[in-house]
């Protein structure tokens, strides 16, 4: 009776949380004009509880790699579908005086100088842009302790769930290298910035390298980096029809690490420049990934910078 008893406790706080977050997610929803959300179903909400504490304990958004790409979101049918997630991490010094609808508040006024006495806006819209994207609907987590981790998952409908799958293996691969060099770990940016990643290496498949950067609104690449601006690098290669089946995006990584050493494998071979190493070890915002599969596979990254403006246009060969 006893072990009913806590259990009951926990789910009861836990869709307590659950309600009290999307109360506030369709207050700020409603304010922008954006219909209401609900939320995913219980186990959808039992994964963003475990996305805030592995989150709290490992860094923001590594839950996305760490899960099952599945577990996120309920499936969305033949087209597919997508995840977008906010996260705010409230210090110790702020435990006590946040809650979701300061949080909330603080994604929403994203693109502006707001703050309250949980939290300041991020120099960058993403939050608010997943805040108030088109979704099918959202799930919460709060791990507390001596920090607390805010987590939202939003469930999007019409994108590919493989293209979070890739994403989620190049994400790895990229920060594997980055931690050999002693750089920290990059999150990836929001879905919509991985489906341009997934757009840009399908046109570059056909049209060549780095084509995408002058064929798409240059403003579609990453989320708006505030008043000082920002900028992109973008890492390609393309691996022809005799290397499709051995390529892995671990493969292409090690090749970008080792540029300036005679390094190769299987896939492919440095290039004479360090530029793809220069941009993979830079210090970004975040990073998105796309794979364009076929006869050729088109690797390509591209790094999200603030208060820079810098285009990597070296063809690895």
């Not at 993403?126 to 607390?148: F, Y």
């Amino acid at each position: 009776m006893a072990k009913l008893f806590v259990r009951f406790l926990f789910v009861f706080a836990a869709v307590a949380t659950a309600n009290e977050c999307l109360d506030e997610i369709n207050k700020y929803r409603n304010m922008a004009g954006k219909g209401s959300l609900s939320l995913c179903d219980e186990k959808y909400q039992q994964q963003a509880q475990q996305d805030a504490e592995y989150d709290q304990n490992n860094g923001f958004h590594k839950s996305l790699s760490h899960f099952d790409a599945r577990s996120f979101c309920p499936p969305m049918g033949t087209k597919g579908g997508g995840i977008d997630q906010n996260e705010f991490l409230a210090t110790s010094d702020f435990v006590s005086s946040c809650t979701w609808d300061k949080v909330m508040a603080c994604f929403y006024n994203e693109g502006t100088d707001y703050h309250n006495d949980c939290c300041r806006t991020a120099d960058t819209t993403a939050h608010r842009d997943a805040l108030l994207g088109d979704h099918v609907c959202a799930s919460c987590g709060l791990a507390t302790g001596e920090t607390n981790m805010y987590t939202n998952n939003f469930c999007t409908r019409n994108q590919a769930f493989t293209t979070l799958s890739a994403a989620t293996e190049c994400m790895d691969s990229l920060n594997k290298y980055r931690g050999m060099a002693g750089k920290a770990s990059l999150p990836p940016c929001a879905d919509k910035y991985q489906q341009q990643a997934q757009q840009d290496a399908e046109y570059d498949q056909t049209n060549g390298y780095h084509n995408s950067l002058s064929h798409f609104d240059a403003r579609s690449f990453c989320p708006p980096m505030g008043t000082k601006g920002g900028g992109i690098d973008q890492n390609e290669y393309l691996a022809s029809s005799d290397f499709v089946s051995s390529c892995t995006w671990d493969k292409v990584m090690a090749c970008f690490y080792n540029e300036g050493t005679d390094f190769h494998n299987d896939c492919c071979r440095t290039a004479d420049t360090t530029a793809h190493r220069d941009a993979m070890l830079g210090d970004h915002e975040c990073a998105s990934c796309g794979l364009a599969t076929g006869d050729t596979n088109m690797y390509t990254n591209n790094f999200c910078t603030r208060n820079q403006l810098a285009i990597n246009a070296t063809i690895v060969v």
